[in-house]
């Protein structure tokens, strides 16, 4: 008998121990990359329609870091990063001339527009010159919302008041509100306060809050607005997926991956437009 429950015994661990053999670990590396973002391609739903599909696609999943632009760069040069999608041409050639990134490439553009209330205090709407706008509103020193948060947006927007010929240190008064934050909530700001505000369009069609707001100023070539996608350079931080960003930024750029970024629209107006040079 004793014989018996040895060998029972002997033959049960055998067979247990067969069994966690035959299983997967259960701490398998599960394969993903970190994104660091502009705030616009995950508050726009861009990155909701577009990372699904890569994803299923090759197994690797993406986790998204948004910020604004100027964040999320700083967010790649300490390494927090495998990849970065952002929209300042400016500071993304930096950014690589440093040696932070390996390559830019292009992706995707749409446009910047200047959003306010449809009473219109400054008198601007319906036109097509953002310079102008500016200059206007300055003037009429009518409620002006800025995420102020060195976003891509935000740098635009300064570009613009620079190109207006106006001293924003000088002329920042009760009428300018700087919010240091994304684009949703500098939206959300300036629909409870009824002010204008630059937006990329993007992020303006996905946004529902909109109270009296509208679009105000559009179609100036100067508001153009491009996105990048770089690799973190992994001879700066060892610890970048190299392999497992790269297959994301050729999947991004690949025609698969800028159908599908064509693809994403809402309301039937398409958001963002490919444009990787392959």
């Known amino acids: 008998m004793k014989f018996l429950r040895h060998t029972l015994l002997t033959t049960c661990a055998s067979l247990a121990a067969a069994f966690m053999l035959a299983l997967p670990p259960a701490h398998a ?7 660091s973002s502009t705030t616009s391609t995950e508050q726009s739903g861009l990155f909701g329609h577009l990372l699904p599909v890569f994803e299923k696609k090759t197994g690797i999943k993406v986790r998204v870091v948004a910020l604004g632009t ?52 400054a008198k601007v709407g319906g036109g097509k010159d953002i310079i102008d706008a500016l200059k206007k509103i300055e003037a ?14 935000h740098a635009a927007e300064l570009r613009y008041w620079k190109a207006a010929g106006i001293d924003l240190e000088q ?3 009760p009428w300018y509100r700087d919010t240091g934050s994304g684009m949703g909530p500098a939206l959300n700001t300036a629909a409870s306060m009824n002010a204008y505000i630059l937006a990329d369009r993007g992020t303006w069609l996905s946004f ?3 109270g009296e707001l509208v679009v105000a100023v559009e179609g100036d070539q100067r508001l153009f607005n491009q996105y990048g996608v ?3 350079n992994p001879a700066k931080h060892a610890h970048v997926k190299k392999e497992l960003g790269q297959t994301f930024i050729d ?17 039937g107006q398409q958001l963002f437009f490919p444009n990787a040079k392959r």
């Open 29 to 35: 590396e599960e394969k993903f990359i970190v994104v």
């Open 70 to 121: 100027g964040q999320a760069l700083d967010t790649g040069r300490r390494g927090d990063a495998d990849v970065v999608f952002v929209h300042d041409k400016a500071a993304e050639e930096k950014f690589v001339a440093e040696g932070f990134g390996v390559e830019r490439k292009e992706v995707m553009y749409n446009d910047f527009v200047l959003i306010g209330p449809k009473a219109d205090p």
């Open 140 to 153: 009429a020193k009518s409620p002006f919302v800025s995420r102020g948060d060195k976003s891509g947006t």
């Open 171 to 173: 002329a920042k008064g």
């Open 208 to 210: 529902k809050n909109r």
């Open 230 to 232: 770089i690799l973190v």
């Open 251 to 267: 999947w991004v750029v690949s025609a698969e991956g800028q159908q599908t970024i064509a693809d994403y629209k809402i309301g």
